[in-house]
């Protein structure tokens, strides 16, 4: 079912609720008011007369009031009034053909109120009055139909000019929600146009502040995030298959030429030995390629509550061989409990890839810092060392997938950056770069801290 069938559905409903409820309060109002005025002036004119009549009794003057009220024409054209009770009628006077209320027939002799007649064409007022000692029953009818008419008239009226307007007001809501969908539909014969192989297309932006241009501006901004995205993932598969490429290319020449000539044992271990140190970069690179997959793909993380201290010595336990083998000084400062909300193993590959990069780029007898506390709701990891800096026009790109850089001492295969990033980014946190003043560089991650339990 199409949104214009829809918005046109529920304004049905609308309209004919309101319309209903408007009918039907206009009816109720008009019929209360017609019957109202008519009852109020009856039962006036009853009550003065039985009051009348009771005080003087049988006789000629009651007669006469009797017959003056019978002739009255101010509420309607036909008038009829009888006195009487169940066992004797002592005055009936007016059109006899007219209908008499229930009363009549002596169902209740303390009835006091207004009683329609039998037909519905006469409308009554009922007054008990006392009477030369016995009770007797004031019956004071007036002839109603014209008023049955005009309320029928009414009813009739709107029970054919309601429908009539329902039927008006849905074609024009079908016809005005067409109108407010065409931008909709044109936005969607934009979008269209668009090949999914050439995502720098762009939608058109209304001049308009509307909601179809708010979409616009959205589906745009979406589209520059995919374009990117795509880029990205081109740019890695392009970036990957170049540096497989290499590795692949020397593993296999040295195969080839160790089973073209005959060769001594050690030259084949050699050969075996460049082999095998080919596959263990190949794996090196394919396990940080799986890796950021994994995180590309990864929309949450499977955390627990850690602590970032703790995990940071178990990690220097790990590197400490490497520490050891250049004779590096190690400096260390963490700040109590710091407490995260975390995946271990990822957190736990952060920190050694930092640690591995500050390892790999300072000379032997360097100096590393690491510095780790609890500010401002925020866990601050900051690793720095005292090695030769980053060149300042490779530090935009230093986070970027397979980036090494230009100078002669960049080893690696540029993953390492870009997995610390991604994690980062998953742990809703930040990663920064910057050189020392006093030589080095140092990298710090702001890591939100765990909530207090």
């Not at 009477?131 to 005009?150: F, H, M, N, P, W």
């Not at 269209?192 to 501006?217: C, F, K, M, Q, Y």
């Not at 910057?434 to 339990?453: K, Y």
């Amino acid at each position: 079912m199409s949104i214009r069938l829809r918005l046109t559905i529920y304004w049905a409903f609308i309209i004919a609720a309101l319309l209903m409820i408007a009918g039907l309060a206009v009816f109720l109002l008009f019929e209360r008011e017609q019957w109202g005025a008519l009852d109020g002036a009856l039962m006036e004119e009853a009550d003065t007369a039985a009051a009348t009549i009771a005080k003087l009794g049988p006789g000629p003057a009651s007669d006469s009031i009797v017959r003056r009220l019978s002739e009255e024409r101010d509420l309607g054209p036909r008038r009829r009034v009888r006195i009487g009770n169940r066992n004797r009628v002592i005055a009936d006077l007016g059109d006899a053909a007219s209908d008499l209320p229930p009363i009549s027939n002596g169902s209740d002799q303390a009835f006091r109120g207004i009683l329609d007649g039998t037909r519905k064409e006469f409308r009554f007022a009922i007054l008990p009055l006392q009477l030369a000692g016995t009770t007797e029953i004031l019956e004071d009818g007036v002839d109603v139909s014209a008023i049955r008419k005009s309320i029928a008239r009414l009813r009739n009226s709107l029970l054919l000019i309601l429908p009539l307007i329902l039927i008006i007001a849905v074609s024009g809501g079908y016809l005005l929600a067409g109108r407010a969908l065409v931008p909709i539909i044109a936005l969607a014969g934009e979008l269209s146009l668009i090949d999914p192989r050439d995502l720098s297309g762009r939608l058109a932006v209304s001049r308009i502040n509307d909601e179809v241009a708010r979409l616009t501006r959205a589906i745009n901004a979406l589209l520059d995030r995919v374009e990117r995205a795509a880029n990205t993932e081109r740019r890695f598969a392009a970036d990957a298959a170049h540096e497989l490429r290499t590795p692949l290319a020397v593993l296999r020449t040295g195969l080839e030429v160790a089973l073209v000539h005959e060769r001594t044992p050690a030259a084949y271990a050699e050969t075996l030995a460049s082999a095998l140190s080919e596959v263990v970069t190949l794996c090196t690179m394919a396990d940080q390629l799986l890796t950021l997959a994994r995180l590309d793909q990864e929309a949450a993380l499977e955390r627990e509550r850690l602590d970032l201290g703790e995990l940071i010595r178990d990690v220097l336990d790990t590197v400490d061989p490497l520490i050891h083998a250049k004779a590096l000084t190690l400096a260390i400062d963490i700040a109590g409990v710091i407490p995260v909300d975390g995946n271990r193993v990822h957190l736990k590959r952060l920190v050694v890839n930092l640690l591995d990069n500050a390892i790999k780029f300072i000379p032997a007898q360097g100096r590393v810092d690491i510095e780790a506390a609890a500010r401002d709701g925020h866990a601050i990891l900051r690793i720095a060392d005292n090695g030769p800096g980053i060149p300042p026009a490779d530090i935009p790109y230093i986070f970027d997938r397979f980036f090494r850089g230009k100078a002669p001492h960049e080893s690696g295969n540029g993953l390492g950056l870009s997995l610390c990033r991604e994690i980062v980014r998953l742990h809703e946190g930040t990663i920064a770069v910057s050189n020392l003043a006093g030589g080095g560089c140092e990298f710090v991650a702001t890591l939100p801290l765990a909530p207090h339990r």
